[in-house]
């Protein structure tokens, strides 16, 4: 018995041990990080129509960096409104994620119009939200969601890495705590941000050979803000079900679910600024953190735990709303 003992204590030492050296090489071998202050640098942010890239779009102007604001819409009015209120530093690019001819295009545009540092980062930032129950979504929503939110990423990351790891610099990519909170009607998007996720933690550990840092952005709930959330009638979903689906979720909880939802997307953050803050801090920070949750006090303590609770506590929370009680009992109602 004494035995075991002294053989659990060595084994206690050396581990600690090792932690600890493992940590003192860490510190040793650090390489300075030469944080630009914008000038000489430039940096590509997709979606600058509206929301998170708009206003990222004008920080980094007034930075000093040179800003290649992709927009789906150049001539549309969120553009307009981009270019009027920057300086010269600031170019708008037609940039639809999920064509590849826009984004070589854009490529193009980006190495011809490069300041002598070259393209310091680039933030996947374009994407679009839904909601539906799985069953009252087609393969095409799916589809649509993924192309924009994920391929769309992954499309522009590819392109420009060159670009980016030239400069040793960043790339960061715009999640969601719905990459890692399921819930009720959440389901393409969640597949969506979920693959942005592990695309972006594989690029990561790839990345860091090169001195390139991945973040990661994880808003919480930011509708309000951005006006991101897609906003549609009970009748509008009643619409694109077939009789089968029209018997099994009758109009009355489509209906519930609908002021559910969108009540629940009202009382979020009324500003981007802890968002916008973030990602300035993943573009310009020394040492920019893998990822950045951002919710509210109260979320952000479940948002921690959720990780460790087994399954079955975490699906037990859904029967806390009152939403959800009530989906189960109107259900097949007539």
């Known amino acids: 018995m004494n035995h075991i003992f002294l053989i659990g204590q060595i084994i206690g030492i050396f581990s600690v041990s090792a932690v600890l050296i493992f940590l003192l090489a860490k510190l040793v071998c650090r390489q300075p990080v030469i944080v630009p202050d914008g000038h000489g640098y430039a940096v590509l942010i997709t979606g600058c129509d509206s929301g998170f890239g708009h206003q990222l779009a004008r920080c980094l102007d007034h930075k000093g960096f040179v800003v290649f604001a992709g927009c789906l819409c150049p001539e549309g009015a969120g553009a307009l409104s981009l270019q009027s209120q920057s300086s010269r530093n600031l170019k708008i690019l037609k940039l639809d994620v999920t064509s590849d001819h826009d984004v070589q295009q854009a490529k193009k545009t980006v190495q011809e119009n490069l300041p002598e540092r070259g393209l310091w980062a680039v933030v996947n930032n374009a994407g679009i939200s839904d909601w539906a129950e799985i069953e009252w979504s087609t393969i095409e929503d799916f589809h649509n969601m993924v192309d924009i939110n994920l391929f769309g990423s992954i499309r522009t990351s590819i392109a420009f890495l060159p670009l980016v790891r030239a400069a040793k610099g960043r790339m960061v990519f715009m999640s969601s705590i719905f990459s890692f909170f399921y819930c009720l009607n959440m389901g393409a998007y969640s597949v969506s941000k979920r693959g942005v996720e592990a695309f972006a933690d594989c690029l990561r550990v790839e990345m860091a050979s090169f001195g390139v840092k991945v973040s990661i952005i994880q808003p919480g709930n930011f509708g309000r803000a951005t006006n991101i959330v897609k906003m549609k009638t009970a009748y509008d979903i009643w619409e694109k079900l077939d009789d089968d689906r029209k018997q099994r979720f009758n109009q009355q909880y ?81």
């Open 254 to 334: 489509i209906k519930l679910a609908n002021e559910y939802f969108l009540s629940t997307t009202k009382s979020g953050f009324k500003d981007a600024d802890l968002v916008i803050n973030a990602m300035l801090h993943a573009v310009t920070a020394a040492n920019p953190k893998h990822r950045y949750l951002l919710a509210s006090s109260m979320d952000m303590c479940f948002f921690k735990l959720l990780p460790f609770l087994p399954t079955t506590l975490t699906d037990a929370v859904f029967t806390l709303s009152s939403m959800y009680n009530k989906r189960k009992e109107m259900l097949y109602a007539k």
